[in-house]
């Protein structure tokens, strides 16, 4: 992993996300990429857990941000649309005491808008120092930068947590939506995730939509935003932006709209 970093191993996918009740692309996730050098991948979740235990999720995780937030400035001369881009914070990151510091230099440094910027932080990590996440969260909204809870549903947080996080998203977890459509209880799980977020104020992303049948159910619950391989599959910068951004983009939209 070291070896592979000072190689520069490492890339960053963009994964383009939808709002469910016009159809138009809002923004986009960055997901870390690991290519050998003989061409083979690894995927996050083998070296992520990895990069955690021996730190050298730091500067990964700074890679990430600050590759990515370059790349949103490059595609403001392209496009318009104050696009949101996601990135993904590990407890690990989170917890450094010089973590908004450093976020916040990235931000001056890459000239991104703190408006436009989202962190996901797992609800697992949330739910680890609870006093200790909800004032890095007030310090982090300070900037400007808004806030996910990624992965929601597979931790135990509780609701009363949930409402003092102050998040602006809740990302609803691929395993409900993967039983979106046949599933009794993931629906259930699915429309009461939606009204309780929305009860917060805050909005729904639904992350590994697949089928259109999983799309047009979010969207009959009011999910607002969606994700997954069947809208777009992460794709590097220069895929993102001939496939996303440019004019031609647009028959993406308007062919997601014929399915919902
Ligand atoms: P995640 O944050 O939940 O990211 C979503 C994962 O689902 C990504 O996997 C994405 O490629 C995949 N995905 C998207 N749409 C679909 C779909 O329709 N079907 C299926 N089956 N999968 C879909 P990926 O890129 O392998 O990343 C796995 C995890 O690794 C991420 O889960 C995240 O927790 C972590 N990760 C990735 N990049 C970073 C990073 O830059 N920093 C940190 N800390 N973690 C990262
Ligand atoms: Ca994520
Ligand atoms: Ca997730």
Not at 62 to 82: K, P
Not at 147 to 176: N, V
Not at 180 to 206: F, H
């Amino acid at each position: 992993l070291r070896r592979a970093i000072s190689q520069l191993e490492f890339s960053v996918m963009y994964q383009p996300q939808f709002e469910l009740a016009t159809g138009t692309l809002v923004g986009c996730e960055a997901l870390l990429r690991w290519q050998r050098r003989d061409g083979s991948m690894v995927a996050p979740s083998e070296f992520i857990p990895m990069a955690e235990r021996s730190g050298l999720i730091i500067p990964l995780g700074h890679f990430v941000l600050a590759e990515s937030c370059r790349a949103w400035v490059r595609w403001q001369s392209l496009d318009q649309r104050a696009l949101k881009l996601s990135v993904n914070v590990s407890a690990v990151q989170l917890s450094q005491s010089d973590f908004v510091e450093n976020l916040e230099r990235v931000l001056g440094d890459t000239a991104m808008d703190p408006r436009c910027l989202c962190l996901e932080v797992t609800e697992s990590v949330a739910m680890k120092d609870p006093e200790a996440v909800i004032d890095r969260f007030r310090a982090i909204r300070a900037l400007g930068v808004e806030l996910a809870i990624d992965d929601f549903g597979t931790g135990h947080s509780s609701l009363a947590y949930l409402k003092q996080l102050e998040c602006h998203y809740i990302k609803i977890d691929r395993c409900f939506v993967s039983g979106a459509t046949d599933d009794a209880g993931c629906q259930q799980i699915i429309a009461s995730v939606v009204e309780m977020a929305a009860s917060y104020q805050m909005q729904t992303i639904a992350e590994g939509v697949e089928t259109p049948e999983q799309l047009q159910h979010l969207r009959r619950v009011g999910c607002d935003l969606a994700q997954g391989y069947l809208l777009g599959h992460p794709v590097p910068e220069r895929r993102f932006i001939a496939e996303c951004l440019m004019p031609t983009a647009e028959t993406r939209a308007d062919s997601l709209s014929a399915m919902l």
